[in-house]
């Protein structure tokens, strides 16, 4: 059965950082490609990054470029998402996810940036 397991949620002010991590367990984590999404209240589920393996080509929203970056530890069978210089339009629920014969997702991990 897959699990994901997001971490790292949480408050932060206008400019400042979040490192978000999911833990993937149930799959062969070494060859699937990884997404995080975002849910904002509102709003429509949108991708936010997602990186392959291997080589660990990776993808981003353009509202994220040069201010996020996704990242993979397949030894852990974790990913990342370092969120820098966030803004308050970043607030959402950020969602790991993956396909696997089907999509999975985890519970989601809140992120609120106040201005």
């Known amino acids: 059965q897959v699990q994901l397991v997001e971490s790292g949620g949480g408050l932060v002010q206008s400019g400042g950082s979040l490192r978000l991590s999911c833990a993937a367990s149930g799959l062969t984590f070494s060859i699937v490609i990884m997404s995080w999404y975002r849910q904002a209240p509102g709003k429509e589920r949108e991708l936010v990054a997602s990186i392959g393996s291997p080589g660990g080509r990776t993808n981003y929203a353009d509202s994220v470029k040069g201010r996020f970056t996704i990242s993979r530890d397949n030894a852990k069978n974790t990913v990342y998402l370092q969120m820098n210089s966030l803004k308050p339009e970043d607030t959402a629920v950020y969602y790991c996810?993956?396909?696997?014969?089907?999509?999975?997702w985890g519970q989601g991990t809140q992120v609120t940036v106040s201005s």
């Open positions: 996810s993956v396909h696997w014969g089907r999509t999975y």
